[in-house]
């Protein structure tokens, strides 16, 4: 049966160690700003912003707690040992990557935190839950761990919720979560199209091997996927990246397509096989949503894939108000350069649901190479799952106004990774998310919290 269900956003809290730590190869953005002077306070109010103006729009929104960072297990795990300060100190000395890993804040983009199915989709009716590994980059496959523990402390009811741990750690596995996976409905409770996109085959012969960038999400991973969630042949599609646009700096589909309801917004050069591609996602959707799918094409005549990694164009999301028309809420970025801020003019005038645009700054994300799309991890909800999801996570002005306190109190105006080796951070750090837990009634989820 139909439930009525809404997309509720779940955006990553940005750490207080938000730090330029050039961690993310084939990223650009990541390898550009590496070591440069990073605003840990800055970072975090333009996320609340973020979340402000989509909860103003009507929408349902919430937020997901940052990882503890640094990250000791890890660092012990890794053979440094000692008290805290020396497992710092000669981290800093013989090994900074490491350090500057196991102090990122990458856990603030949550699109990469999960892939989502909602119950309408699913053999079981529930909503699965699988936490990505993300075993393409070190900094990220450390974050496999809190965020299923997260992600279960939020959605604790067995009955409405199915939690799937993260798949094998392994090349053959490797998954980013939401960032390559859209879904694609008439109505949020109705069953919908779930589109994976991955960048390589890996128990396969490798033709169309990026060159340059590595290939971030198998296609194992994403059958695995539609697997666990229980999601018939008839609401699924793979498509594949187009390995050239891997290796001008598209790490993510969601750095070159958006899709919403009845919509998909995608360059031209976004996949191989475009044509075969783009006939299936018609045709499935058609069949099950019994209307038509809305394709929005980007040409690169129009904006060049380099553009669309220099403003994040398609990292914009793209949301359904209560009215019923769709809004692009787009990085600042994608206004600034004249092709891509021609191009929104030109999908708002268009016949097409998309009716309005809203830019927001999210510069010092944008600077890691995350969007605002990034910043969110999509859930649809029905009334009843909404009811039984962790309360105190839900957005609204009064959490707004004391996270925004709490940020003035707890974050650092500005971060450097040479700092990183001062004890004080780490306390501070734990200081900040110790009432962190407080402010949002969940309990003790960090590891500096239990007791022996
Ligand atoms: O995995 N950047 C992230 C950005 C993730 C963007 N997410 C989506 N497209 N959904 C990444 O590349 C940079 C960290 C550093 O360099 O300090 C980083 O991890």
């Known amino acids: 049966m139909d439930q009525k269900a809404y997309e509720v956003n779940f955006d990553g809290i940005v750490g207080p160690t938000h730090n330029y730590g050039g961690l993310a190869y084939g990223n650009v953005a990541s390898m550009r700003h590496g070591s440069t002077v990073s605003h840990p306070r800055a970072a975090l109010f333009e996320g609340l912003k973020k979340m402000k103006l989509l909860s103003d729009l009507g929408l349902k929104q919430a937020v997901i707690p940052p990882h503890e960072r640094p990250d000791f297990e890890t660092l012990r795990r890794l053979g440094f040992h000692g008290n805290e300060s020396a497992i710092l100190e000669r981290a800093a000395r013989d090994a900074p990557e490491i350090l500057a890993s196991c102090y990122s804040s990458s856990g603030m983009w949550a699109a990469n935190a999960a892939t989502v199915s909602p ?18 980059q070190f900094h990220r496959s450390i974050e496999a761990l809190f965020t299923s523990h997260i992600l279960k ?54 033709d169309l091997r990026p060159t340059r960038f590595p290939a971030r999400q198998s296609l194992e991973a994403s059958a695995a996927i539609a697997r666990l969630h229980g999601l018939d042949a008839a609401k699924c599609v793979f498509g594949r990246q187009n390995p050239h646009a891997i290796d001008a700096g598209v790490f993510h589909n969601d750095v070159i397509a958006v899709g919403n309801r009845n919509v998909l917004m995608y360059h031209e050069l ?132 004391e996270l925004k306190q709490w940020g003035e109190r707890y974050y650092r105006e500005e971060l450097h990774v040479g700092e990183l080796a001062d004890p004080g951070l780490a306390e501070e750090s734990r200081a900040a998310l110790d009432r962190l837990t407080h402010i949002l009634q969940i309990g003790s989820v960090y590891s500096f919290q239990k007791t022996v």
């Not at 119950?119 to 393409?136: E, I, K, M, P, Y």
């Not at 939690?163 to 998954?175: M, T």
């Open 153 to 206: 402390a939020i959605f604790r009811d067995a009955s409405a919720f199915a939690h799937h741990q993260p798949l094998p750690g392994s090349v053959h596995f490797s998954d980013e979560g939401a960032a390559n996976h859209t879904r694609l409905c008439e109505d949020y409770g109705k069953p919908g199209l779930e589109f994976f996109v991955y960048g390589r085959r890996a128990f396969h012969g490798e």
């Open 119 to 136: 119950g309408a989709d699913t053999v079981d009716t529930r909503a699965h839950f699988t936490a990505a590994n993300l075993v393409s």
């Open 270 to 401: 976004a996949y191989t096989d475009s044509e075969a591609l783009l006939d299936e996602l018609k045709r499935k959707f058609e069949r099950l949503c019994n209307r038509e799918l809305i394709l929005i094409e980007v040409k690169e005549s129009d904006v060049p894939v380099t553009d669309a990694v220099g403003t994040y164009l398609f990292n914009s999301q793209l949301v359904t108000v209560p009215d019923g028309s769709m809004r692009l809420v787009a990085p600042v970025e994608s206004r600034e350069n004249p092709r891509t801020a021609s191009m929104v003019e030109r999908i708002i005038a268009a016949y097409n649901p998309i009716e309005d645009a809203h830019f927001v700054d999210v510069r010092q994300s944008m600077q890691n190479g995350g969007g605002p799309a990034c910043l969110r991890l999509r859930v649809v909800l029905t009334d009843r799952e909404l009811a039984l999801m962790h309360q105190g996570v839900l957005f609204s002005d009064d959490l707004y106004a």
